[in-house]
C-alpha cells in the first residue's frame, strides 16, 4: 500500500527522501566546503530534506561539533544559491555530528557506527544511510575495509539503504576502474553505488534527452543522412590550479574526456530509451559507448597540447610547466581533440571531434550537430558564399540554452543568403536559477533515483576508450599552444584535412 | 518604457512592438500570456509578483484595471519591456468607461500567438467567471479567494462555479502544509482515522486542508476553531494504532512531532505572492487534486467531468446594479459583502 496522501496527479508535493543520514568522509576538503553543504543547506532551505535528517562529518581533526558547525556555517554561507535563512541553517546545524578520526582508525569507525545505530533509534531513521567520499581515491580502499569490517555498509544489518556515493576519478585505467568498481559492488551492493559525474546533474544536459526525445522535429534528422559531423567542446580558461600533483598523473584525457564529455557524446548518440527507467537509459548509453570506435591511426587522429604562457582574460597566464609542483620535462596534456565514429547505422560515417583543453579564451562547454548543405542550392554561388552548414548547438554551460544555425535573405534587391543564429537561452526563458549539479544529485541519492548516475558498466566502457589513446600517446610529447588561443595548430589541421573547421565557441 | 493616454487598442500594439524591436533580443522566448485583473492600488503588487513569475515563466504580462464605468470610455497604457521587470514584458492597461466591460477587445490583440492563456485575478474572485470574459480566454484561471469578504464562502463559490483549469491561490498556500504531512506517510502503512485541523473560522486554507484530507483519505476532520492565531495554526493526524502525526506552525518553521520521535523543525516560510504564483504557471494542466478537494468541501462531487470550456455570459452591471443585491455574503466585483 502506498501513501493515500501521495498520487501521481499531485504534482505539486515535492520528492522527499526518507529520513536519513549523510555521512561525508573528507568533510573539510574543497569539495565539501564549495558543493556538498550549500546543496545540503539549499535543499534544506527549499523543504526538500525530510524530518530527522543527520549530517555527520568524517576527518582527521581534532574537533568537537561546534567546530564543525561553524565551519559548515561559514561554507553554507558562502556557496548558497538560495537566500540565506538564519533559521533554517538553526535547525540544520543541530543535526549536524562532528566524528573525527583517521581512515585508520578502528575506534573512530566503531564510534561512527555506535553513533549511527544510536541516531536509528532516537530519530527514526530507520538505518538509512549515504556515505559520500569526498575523499582522494586511494583512501577508498581503506574507508570502504572499515565499512565492511563494522557492518555499516550492510542493507540487512542496518535494517534500511546503505548507500555510498562515489565522485571521479573512477580509477585512471580500465584495469583500475575494474577493481575498484569490485571493491565497491562487494562492500555495497551494486544498484547502492553512485557515481557522480556532476555534468549529468545540469539541467541541459538532462534537456538533451527532452529536445531529442519530446519533439518530433529533430529526431528524423538525426543521423548519417542528415548530419555532417558532431563537434563536442568542453573549454576551460583556468589552468589547473592547485590539483598539480593529480592533474600530472593523469591529463585531460583520463580528466575529463573519460566522462564528461563521453556521456555528453553518449547522451547526443543514443538510441531512444524504451522509457525513462534508469535502467534503459543506461542500456542505450552503454549500447552507444560500446560502438564508439578511435581513428584507425590514432597518431593522425588525435591531437594532444599542453598550453605555454599567454594571456587569458586580460591576464597574463604562466605556461604549464611553469605550474608550481609540475615537472619542468611533463609530458601531460592539457588538452586533447580527438576523432571519434560511432559504428552503428545510424552514425556511420559522421565523425564526432571531441576536445577540451585548459587555458582556453573562454569557458564553454557545447555540442554543436553540424548538418550537411543542401544537396542543391538554386542560387548564383556568389550569393550563398555565406551560407555554411546548418547547425543545431546545445549550451551547457554558461548561458545554458539551445541555438539553431541557418539561411536567411539578406534585406535588399539581391536575393543574398547568409547564416543567422536563432538563439533560445535557456536562463532567458527560464530564468530562474537552475539548481546546481550537486544539488540535484544529492537529492537524488538519497530518494535512490539512479538516472543521472553512469553504473560501473558505463564507466568500465568509457576507459576502454581512453585507454588505447593513452597507450598510443606513451612517449609523445604534446604540442604546445599559447594560454588563450584555441588548442594547437594540429588540431586545426585534424579537421581541415576533412574540409571543415571548429566552430568557435 | 512608453505611456500613452487615452489611446486605442492599436495603438498598444504598435507599441509593444516597436519597445521589443529596441529593446533587442530581451524576451524572445515566451512561454506563456499572463492576464492580471487588478485593482489600481495593487497594480504595483501585481507587477512584482508577476516579475518573480516571470523568473521561472517567461511570459507576456497584461495587467487590467478597470475603474469607473460609469465615466466615458476610456484606455491608458504603459509598457514596460525588460529593465525593472526583468526578463518580462508588461502592459498595464487602465480601463474607464464602457470599455471596462469590453476590456477583451484590447487584450486580445495583444496575447503572445499560440501559447497558453493564464488569467489571475489579484482583487476579490469574480462571483462567475463566465460574466468575465478574461476568464473565457484563458486556458488556466487563477482565483484568491483569500482577498474576498468571506473567503470561505468564497471559495464554496469556486467550487459551484468551478471549471476544469481554475486554481485558486489559498491552495498554492497549504502546498508546503501538505509535503509534510505527506512526507509522514511515506515510511509508515498506518491507516489514518481521524484529523484536527485548528485555525481560525474564517481561514480558507483550513477549509481546504480539510477538503484534501477528506478527499484523499475518506475521513471527516474536525475544524477546531481558534482565534488565537490568525493563520492555520496545526495539523493533527490520528493513526489507527493510536499514533498522532502533528504539524504545528511556529513563526517561519514548523514543529513537526510524532509518537515515539523527538519533535523536528522544518522549515515553513510564507512565500511572496510572486512564488505562489510561479507554483501555479509551473503546471497548465488541470489540478485534479485540487478539483477533489474543492470538491470534498464543498459537499460537490464530479468536479473534475464538467466541461473545461466556459461561454460567455453577458451581464451588465449597470442593470444589475438596479436589481435586487445578490444574496449571500458576497456580491461580486465591485460589490459589497452584507
Known amino acids: 500500500m502506498g501513501n493515500p496522501l501521495r498520487t501521481a496527479q499531485d504534482r505539486r508535493l515535492p520528492r522527499i527522501p526518507e529520513p536519513c543520514a549523510l555521512v561525508i568522509f573528507g568533510v573539510t576538503g574543497d569539495l565539501s566546503r564549495k558543493k556538498l553543504i550549500p546543496a545540503v543547506y539549499d535543499l534544506a532551505n527549499r523543504g526538500l530534506l525530510p524530518p530527522g535528517f543527520v549530517v555527520l562529518g568524517f576527518a582527521r581533526r581534532d574537533w568537537g561539533d561546534g567546530d564543525f558547525e561553524s565551519l559548515a556555517y561559514a561554507a553554507a554561507k558562502k556557496g548558497a544559491r538560495t537566500p540565506w535563512r538564519e533559521e533554517v541553517w538553526q535547525r540544520l546545524a543541530s543535526q549536524f555530528v562532528f566524528v573525527p578520526g583517521s581512515f585508520d582508525d578502528d575506534a573512530a569507525f566503531d564510534h561512527l557506527h555506535d553513533t549511527l545505530n544510536d541516531l536509528r533509534d532516537r530519530n527514526g531513521i530507520a538505518g538509512n544511510v549515504a556515505f559520500y567520499f569526498s575523499i582522494p581515491p586511494a583512501a577508498f580502499p581503506l574507508v570502504l575495509k572499515q565499512l565492511a569490517r563494522t557492518g555499516m555498509a550492510d542493507n540487512a544489518k542496518s535494517g534500511g539503504w546503505r548507500r555510498v556515493v562515489v565522485e571521479k576519478p573512477f580509477g585512471n585505467d580500465l584495469a583500475s576502474a575494474m577493481e575498484l568498481n569490485q571493491l565497491v559492488d562487494s562492500v555495497f551492493t551494486p544498484q547502492d553505488v553512485f557515481r557522480i559525474d556532476h555534468y549529468l546533474g545540469k539541467e541541459t544536459v538532462q534537456n538533451i534527452l527532452a529536445l531529442r526525445f519530446a519533439n518530433n522535429l529533430f529526431e528524423p534528422t538525426w543521423n548519417s543522412k542528415y548530419v555532417d559531423s558532431v563537434q563536442i567542446t568542453m573549454a576551460e580558461d583556468v589552468g589547473i590550479g592547485t590539483r598539480a600533483g593529480f592533474y600530472d598523473a593523469a591529463g585531460a584525457a583520463r580528466d575529463v574526456l573519460q566522462n564528461h564529455l563521453l556521456q555528453l557524446l553518449a547522451l547526443v548518440a543514443m538510441e531512444e530509451p524504451t522509457s525513462f527507467d534508469p535502467n534503459e537509459i543506461r542500456a542505450e548509453k552503454l549500447k552507444v559507448l560500446k560502438a564508439v570506435a578511435l581513428p584507425k591511426d590514432i597518431e593522425l ?135 546546481e549539479a550537486y544539488e540535484r544529485l544529492v537529492l537524488d541519492v538519497l530518494i535512490g533515483d539512479r538516472t543521472l548516475f553512469p553504473d560501473a558498466a558505463e564507466v568500465e566502457q568509457s576507459w576502454r576508450v581512453v585507454d588505447p589513446l593513452e597507450d598510443a600517446w606513451k612517449g609523445t610529447t604534446p604540442e604546445p599552444y599559447r594560454s588563450g588561443e584555441w588548442g594547437p595548430r594540429a588540431a586545426d589541421e585534424l579537421l581541415a584535412r576533412e574540409g571543415r573547421t571548429w566552430r568557435r565557441a | ?63 487590467v484595471v478597470r475603474s469607473d464605468l460609469d465615466g466615458r470610455s476610456r484606455l491608458d497604457a504603459e509598457i514596460v519591456v525588460g529593465g525593472r521587470l526583468g526578463p518580462a514584458e508588461a502592459v498595464v492597461m487602465r480601463m474607464y468607461g464602457r470599455l471596462a466591460l469590453h476590456a477583451e477587445s484590447v487584450v486580445m490583440p495583444l496575447l503572445a500567438p499560440d501559447v497558453p492563456v493564464v488569467t489571475w485575478w489579484h482583487s476579490e474572485p469574480p462571483e462567475t467567471i463566465a460574466n468575465d470574459f478574461l476568464g473565457i480566454v484563458a486556458d488556466r484561471r487563477i482565483t484568491d479567494s483569500a482577498q474576498a469578504a468571506d473567503p470561505v464562502a468564497a471559495l464554496k463559490r469556486r467550487a459551484e462555479d468551478y471549471a476544469p483549469g481554475d486554481t485558486d491561490l489559498t491552495w498554492t498556500r497549504i502546498t508546503l502544509w501538505r509535503t509534510l504531512v505527506a512526507g509522514a506517510f511515506d515510511t509508515t502503512e498506518e491507516t489514518v482515522v481521524g484529523a484536527t485541523i485548528v485555525a481560525p473560522p474564517s481561514d480558507p486554507t483550513a477549509a481546504l486542508m480539510a477538503g484534501w484530507l477528506a478527499a484523499r483519505l475518506g475521513i471527516t476532520p474536525v475544524l477546531e476553531p481558534t482565534d488565537q492565531w490568525p493563520r492555520m495554526r496545526s495539523v493533527q493526524l490520528q493513526c489507527a494504532n493510536g499514533d498522532c502525526v502533528t504539524v504545528t506552525r511556529e513563526e517561519g518553521t514548523a514543529l513537526f512531532s510524532r509518537t515515539g520521535q523527538e519533535d523536528r523543525y522544518m522549515p515553513l516560510p510564507r512565500r511572496p505572492v510572486g512564488d505562489e504564483l510561479a507554483e501555479e504557471l509551473r503546471r497548465l494542466d488541470p489540478d485534479q487534486i485540487y478539483s477533489e478537494a474543492l470538491g470534498a468541501l464543498a459537499g460537490i462531487k464530479h468536479l473534475e467531468s464538467r466541461p473545461p470550456q466556459r461561454v460567455h455570459i453577458w451581464r451588465d452591471p449597470a442593470q444589475a446594479q438596479r436589481a435586487e443585491a445578490p444574496v449571500g455574503a458576497y456580491a461580486g466585483p465591485g460589490g459589497r459583502a452584507v
Not at chain 2, 507599441?15 to 522566448?29: I, P, T, Y
Open chain 1, 301 to 435: 587522429g588525435s591531437v594532444r597540447g599542453q598550453y605555454l604562457a599567454g594571456w587569458v582574460a586580460g591576464e597574463r597566464a604562466v605556461g604549464y610547466l611553469e605550474e608550481a609542483n609540475i615537472p619542468p620535462d611533463s609530458t601531460t596534456e592539457t588538452y586533447v581533440a580527438v576523432e571519434l565514429h560511432i559504428q552503428n547505422r545510424r552514425w556511420a560515417g559522421v565523425p564526432f571531434y571531441v576536445r577540451c583543453g585548459k587555458r582556453m579564451p573562454r569557458r564553454v562547454t557545447e555540442i554543436a550537430v553540424l548538418f550537411k548543405k543542401a544537396p542543391h542550392l538554386p542560387f548564383n554561388p556568389a550569393d550563398v558564399e555565406m551560407l555554411g552548414n546548418n547547425q543545431l548547438v546545445i549550451r551547457v554551460q554558461p548561458d545554458e540554452g539551445v541555438v539553431l544555425k541557418f539561411g536567411s535573405k539578406v534585406p535588399g534587391t539581391a536575393m543574398e543568403v547568409r547564416d543567422i543564429a536563432m538563439d533560445f537561452q535557456y536562463g532567458e526563458a527560464f530564468t530562474e536559477s537552475s539548481p
Open chain 2, 1 to 63: 518604457m512608453i505611456g500613452l493616454w487615452d489611446t486605442t487598442g492599436n495603438e498598444v500594439v504598435k507599441a509593444l512592438a516597436a519597445e521589443r524591436r529596441s529593446a533587442g533580443g530581451v524576451a524572445s522566448g515566451l512561454a506563456l500570456s499572463l492576464i492580471a485583473v487588478v485593482e489600481e492600488r495593487k497594480v504595483r503588487e501585481a507587477e512584482a509578483a508577476a516579475t518573480i513569475a516571470a523568473a521561472a515563466h517567461p511570459c507576456r504580462v497584461l495587467i
